[in-house]
Each structure stands twice: as structure tokens, then as C-alpha cells.
């Protein structure tokens, strides 16, 4: 097990890019400089293009002919619930997507139906499987006509590039990379190490995921587009939430993408690399794009048919909604406030909000949680006002993160002594959840879903981990949705399926501390360390996240 904290060169430089040093706090400028006087001295001169010619293009408005956009009409018209106070005109409809399958698919019925326009952005577009039958229906819209744009973050994109490439060379498709690296070639760690005298511009990534098709259809929420997000992927897969929309919010995402596209951190691919010679040496993407991993005759968890199935009716199951959308700024705000309270982005503002304004229940889901004094301001404004607050995240078992499980670990016997009902999500292999749902293709399930339902009344979905990366560095794009109808749905779904698959985690009365206990054969099995984890991964991830600012784990 040692070899996993023996890091080359590379790999431990590269980990300033989240921060090293805070403790103390004055060390992590320190090792930023110095990481940044590395880059400054193995990456030469490397830097972006200064000129970049950026065409200019909004979202279609001229939509209401299309096919979509009469079904979503359609559909709002006949969509009603009595429980949300919301004027006829700036309602919006929504759909829990829940599950991996029903997600993929989802995305695959709108690109197929979409004849104008298809706006897309993710964090990631990986070269597997999902990832290049999205791109092919994709490159099929746009060999019918559908104007494509496509906005993906430039991390992880080096080993995606070819493919990439292949699908910018295509006519009606647009292809921008944000806030791309410096360094153009080599593994992802040495493009970091590389880039590391522009450190505040590395450390800003876009986080977030939409698809809108004919500005008529959106879906949102946590998944990126690789196979461990939909079900497909061994030995892991990914617990996600995302929403189908139609009304008023899909044109406010429409806007936010817009922003996205049209600014100076948005790098169209062919000023990067040369797209047309690359895509020569890439073979096609995939042409099939069977969707015969879709279980239960084509429906959903709810058992209702997939969107394809929905918009070859004409209609589309939808519930009535109050929905606002949030979504962080572009760039970093200038200057930089000293006061880390004031660097928290929209979302995150939005989501503590939300949080402080509970009077009966709060239910956090979120697969990283770092908290900072802000969130527990709010856990405590909440509890003061009466609610009762139970949190879902992930164990040191089952989380892909180790470094950010221990940043959160530092704070869960404070998170208990304030009352908050604290689970973690058990590893499937434990024999106590052989059929947990989660669990798909007999594969790890592993927690990814960011969700915070208030009273059963409102909840938020998106794209924000509870954490400090995702208030402080990364761009965020999510949802606060008005709705009791959907809102019981979600309560009930994340006590159906998290609950009694999730160590239950208690203080320890009578040494102190803190137990994790799970139900076993009518009594309580009680255990007093992290489940599952042996002592060397223990105390290796644990000094590792010691040396790593929290902002940045």
C-alpha cells in the first residue's frame, strides 16, 4: 500500500495547485510560490494565445415552431400543483432524474429530437463509451442542421483531446475549452506542474453541467458524462441526482451559458491545437447509440416511461414548480477579499440561505463536505429555529476522494455534538445491503449527488459539493426549487435509499469520541474507527490531507 503516497515529483509539486500548508496558513503561500518558481522554471514561457478570435452567439430565441419547444408548451400547460404558489406563466415543470440509465437516456431523447440548437457544458466528457455516444448524437444534430455548442473544461481534457478534436472538425459544431492550462502536452500532472506560475487561473474550474436543447428542454444536476456517472462502469459507479426542466428556468440556464460561452476564459479548440490534423489521425466517433442498458422496459425509478417514450406522445410527466436559478460568476471577483466569507459564490450564498431558513427539517446530501464557519452558521441558525438537520455523505470506504473525506473527518465529531443526524454511506460489498439499488452491475457505489431539501418543501440541486472548493475555486451552477410535491419525493427517496444503506455515525458516550453503528439482526452493530479502512490507509490519508489547505481538498 505504500507505493500510493510515494509520489513522483510531478504529483507532490502538483498538489499546491489545491493548496499545501495550512497549518499554518502562512505556509501555503509559501509553497505556492515556490511550486509556482518550479513552474515558472520547467514551464518556460509557456502561456495561452493573447490573440483568439471568440465568435460571438446567444441562444436561439426563434424556437417556438420546433418540436421541442411545442411539447414543452404543451406539457406546461397541463402541469399543475395545488401545493406551489406559482403564477401561471412563471412556472417551470420538473423531473427527478435519479437514476444513471433514465439520465443518459434523457440526454440522448433531447439530442435526437432537438432541430435547432444544442448547448451544452461539463466539467467532463470522458473517452469512454458514454462519452463518445454522446458526441455522436451530437455530431448527428449537427450534420441535420442543429447548430451544437460545447463547453468543457480543459483539466481533464488531455486525454480526450483527439476525440475532441475529432468532433470540433464537424460542420454546425462549436467546441470552446474554459480556462484551459498553459501547457498544452503531457499527462495531466505534469500539464499542472507545468502551468503552476498561473496558479490563480489553474485553480478555477468550471464545475458545472447542463444540456439545453432548442432552449425549450434542459437537464442539470451532479453528472459529468463518463460511464461511472450512468450505471456503466466497474468497479465503481457514481449515486447522482439531475432534473429535467421545461418553463421559465430553461431560459435563464440558456442565459447562463451564454455568459459561460462568451467569455475570455472560453477557449475555442482550434486556437489551442490544430483540430484538423489531429482529428485525422482519430478514428470516428461512435456511430451505434444503442440504449439497451435501459432496465425495466425503458422506465425510470418511479416506474414512469423514459423521456423518449414521453416526447414521441407529445407530453412530457412533469411537476409544477417555482424554480430560481443560481449560478457563480465566470471569473474570480476582483480584487480579492482577504475575508474568505466574501469569496463564496452564489451558489453556495444561495444554498447557506436556504439552509438558515429551516423550521422543521433539513436534509443535506453531498458526496464532499468540508464545512467552513459560514455552513455552520447555518446547520446552527437551523437548529435554533427548530428543525432537525440529518446529513448524507460519504465513508472513508466508499468516497473517490480520500484527501477531502479527511478534511470533512476533522469536523464530524463537532458536526454530532451539534445534533446533526450524521450517515455515511456503507460499501455495497457489506452483506447487510446485498440489494441496496445504488449498487449497480455489481459495482461500488459511491455517493455523488448534491441535494439539500428544506421542510419538504424546497430543495436545491446542482452542481456544488458542500465544501470549500466548491465555494471558494470552482464555478457552480444549480437550482432552488419551490415544489412540496417534488421535495417529499426527494425526502422520501433519500430515506428510502441512503438511510439503511449508511452507517449511522453517534457520539461515543461513554469514552467520548465518536461510533459508527448499523442495524444487525435487531440490534446495533458498533464500531469505533473508520468501517472497513485499514490503519495504514488511515493515518497515509490522513497526513497527506494534513498538508493540504481545506479550501483546496
Not at 507532490?12 to 496558513?25: D, E, H, N
Not at 484551459?180 to 499542472?192: C, D, E, F, M, N
Not at 450512468?230 to 428556468?249: E, H, T, Y
Not at 468516497?399 to 450517515?423: C, F, N, S, W
Request: glycine residues 8%; charged residues 25%.
Amino acid at each position: 500500500m505504500l507505493e500510493r503516497f510515494v509520489y513522483p515529483l510531478s504529483q507532490r509539486i502538483s498538489m499546491a495547485l489545491w493548496g499545501i500548508g495550512s497549518a499554518p496558513r502562512l505556509s501555503a503561500r509559501w509553497v505556492c510560490a515556490v511550486a509556482g518558481l518550479v513552474g515558472v522554471l520547467l514551464g518556460g514561457c509557456a502561456s495561452l494565445p493573447d490573440q483568439v478570435v471568440r465568435r460571438y452567439s446567444e441562444a436561439h430565441r426563434d424556437v417556438a415552431d420546433s418540436a421541442l419547444a411545442r411539447i414543452a408548451a404543451a406539457t406546461l400547460a397541463e402541469t399543475d400543483d395545488p401545493s406551489t404558489p406559482a403564477q401561471r406563466g412563471a412556472v417551470s415543470g420538473l423531473r427527478l432524474l435519479p437514476g444513471g440509465d433514465d439520465a443518459f437516456e434523457a440526454r440522448l431523447a433531447l439530442v435526437r429530437a432537438a432541430e435547432k440548437s444544442i448547448d451544452a457544458q461539463y466539467y467532463l466528457v470522458a473517452d469512454d463509451r458514454s462519452g463518445r455516444q454522446f458526441l455522436r448524437g451530437l455530431a448527428d444534430a449537427a450534420a441535420r442542421g442543429v447548430r451544437v455548442r460545447l463547453l468543457v473544461d480543459d483539466l481533464n481534457a488531455g486525454a480526450t483531446k483527439g476525440l475532441l478534436a475529432e468532433f470540433a472538425s464537424r460542420d454546425n459544431v462549436e467546441l470552446r475549452m474554459f480556462n484551459p492550462l498553459p501547457v498544452r502536452t503531457g499527462s495531466l500532472h505534469s500539464r499542472v506542474l507545468l502551468s503552476l506560475h498561473k496558479f490563480d487561473q489553474v485553480n478555477r474550474r468550471m464545475h458545472n453541467k447542463l444540456l439545453v436543447a432548442d432552449n425549450s428542454f434542459a437537464i442539470t444536476g451532479g453528472r459529468n458524462i463518463a460511464d461511472e456517472y450512468f450505471g456503466r462502469s466497474k468497479p465503481a459507479n457514481f449515486i447522482d441526482m439531475d432534473v429535467l426542466i421545461a418553463g421559465s428556468a430553461v431560459h435563464e440556464l440558456s442565459e447562463v451559458f451564454d455568459a459561460y460561452w462568451n467569455s475570455a476564459l472560453a477557449y475555442p479548440l482550434q486556437s489551442l491545437i490544430d483540430v484538423q490534423r489531429m482529428a485525422k489521425n482519430r478514428p470516428a466517433v461512435e456511430v451505434s447509440l444503442p440504449i439497451e442498458f435501459v432496465p425495466h422496459a425503458a422506465q425510470d425509478d418511479v416506474e414512469r416511461d423514459g423521456l423518449g417514450a414521453q416526447l414521441a406522445r407529445q407530453r412530457v410527466q412533469l411537476q409544477a414548480a417555482r424554480v430560481r436559478v443560481i449560478a457563480d460568476a465566470v471569473a474570480h471577483p476582483e480584487p480579492r477579499s482577504p475575508d474568505v466569507a466574501m469569496r463564496e459564490g452564489s451558489v453556495m450564498r444561495a444554498n447557506l440561505d436556504l439552509l438558515q431558513s429551516a423550521r422543521q427539517e433539513v436534509l443535506v446530501v453531498s458526496p464532499y463536505l468540508i464545512p467552513m464557519p459560514s455552513m455552520l452558521d447555518a446547520f446552527d441558525a437551523a437548529s435554533a429555529g427548530g428543525a432537525r438537520i440529518s446529513v448524507v455523505t460519504n465513508s472513508l470506504a466508499t468516497t473517490d476522494e480520500p484527501l477531502a473525506h479527511y478534511g470533512y473527518a476533522r469536523y464530524r465529531e463537532k458536526l454530532v455534538r451539534m445534533g446533526i443526524a450524521l450517515y455515511e454511506l456503507m460499501p455495497v460489498n457489506d452483506p447487510r445491503i446485498d440489494n441496496y439499488s445504488g449498487a449497480h452491475q455489481g459495482s461500488l457505489a459511491r455517493l455523488h449527488a448534491k441535494l439539500a431539501v428544506v421542510d419538504r418543501r424546497w430543495f436545491y440541486v446542482g452542481s456544488m459539493n458542500m465544501d470549500r472548493r466548491s465555494a471558494h475555486c470552482n464555478t457552480e451552477l444549480g437550482l432552488v426549487v419551490e415544489s412540496g410535491a417534488l421535495a417529499g419525493e426527494l425526502v422520501d427517496m433519500i430515506h428510502r435509499e441512503h438511510f439503511d444503506a449508511s452507517y449511522s455515525v453517534r457520539q461515543r458516550l461513554e469514552t467520548g469520541g465518536i461510533e459508527w453503528t448499523v442495524p444487525d439482526g435487531g440490534q446495533d452493530l458498533r464500531m469505533t474507527r473508520d468501517p472497513v479502512i485499514g490503519w495504514a490507509q488511515r493515518i497515509g490519508w490522513s497526513l497527506l490531507s494534513s498538508l493540504i489547505d481545506e479550501d483546496y481538498l
